[in-house]
């Protein structure tokens, strides 16, 4: 059975850092293209950020560029997400997402290229 777990969301002040986790049974993230995406009340979801098979290649979303880091844990069949610099406009739920892919440089931004997601983790930063 398929399952992406994320892990780390809380309750923040303005400025300060989180580390999300997405963690994978089931498959090897290693052959999956990954995505971080977030969808705040009464929002779409949205694209964060993504991650080639490689780790070499990422793209961000130009409201998180310079604040938010993802990264490949080899080994450990995870991808984190480093948030430092909150701002309130992050608060969402965060949510994981995969995709095979035959290419170790590819990066998907689209939510509909993804086949498998989390349930989500909250993140709440207050002002």
């Known amino acids: 059975q398929v399952q992406l777990v994320e892990s780390g969301g809380g309750l923040v002040q303005a400025g300060g850092s989180l580390r999300l986790s997405c963690t994978a049974s089931?498959?090897?993230?290693?052959?999956?293209?990954v995505g971080w995406f977030r969808q705040a009340p009464g929002k779409e979801r949205e694209f964060v950020a993504t991650?080639?098979?490689?780790?070499?290649?990422?793209d961000y979303a130009d409201a998180v560029k310079g604040r938010l880091t993802i990264s490949r844990i080899h080994g450990e069949n995870r991808v984190n997400l480093q948030m430092n610099n909150l701002k309130p406009e992050d608060t969402a739920v965060y949510y994981c997402?995969?995709?095979?892919?035959?290419?170790?440089?590819?990066?998907?931004?689209?939510?509909?290229?993804?086949?498998?997601w989390g349930q989500g983790t909250q993140v709440t930063v207050s002002s």
């Open positions: 089931g498959l090897p993230l290693s052959e999956y293209v």
């Open positions: 997402a995969a995709d095979f892919s035959l290419s170790v440089s590819t990066v998907r931004v689209q939510r509909s290229q993804y086949d498998y």
């Open positions: 991650i080639s098979r490689s780790g070499y290649k990422t």
